[in-house]
């Protein structure tokens, strides 16, 4: 895996964990924290929870699986690159003189519903 792919692949994790952490057991979203969030290696991890690397690495990659599976089924994440999108779109629209005020109460509305 060349760099670009691993920077998107951690894009994609952080993401999907932002989203769905709390489905997550406490054992998976700590491995993926450390690995993805705070950059610990395999053998960090391993050896802050006493196990092999082996064993590290499987539950990191089992977690990443719940995480694909949970998108899969809910697709909280696209959803929400939809309505960034839109929003974007929007706020385009009111730039090039559409009625401001009406396109800017909608793309508002539009924000809040991911806060």
Known sequence: MNDAEALSKTTRINALFDFYEPLLT???ATFLRFYFHEN???GEI?????????????????AEHVLDDYEQKLHLHAQHEKRQQLLRELLLEADNGVNQDTVKRIATKLSDLDL
Do not use: N, T
């Open 40 to 42: 610990y290696s395999l």
């Open 46 to 62: 391993a050896s802050e929870f006493m196990i092999s690397r082996q064993a590290v690495y499987e539950h990191i990659k089992r």
């Open 26 to 28: 406490d054992k998976q």
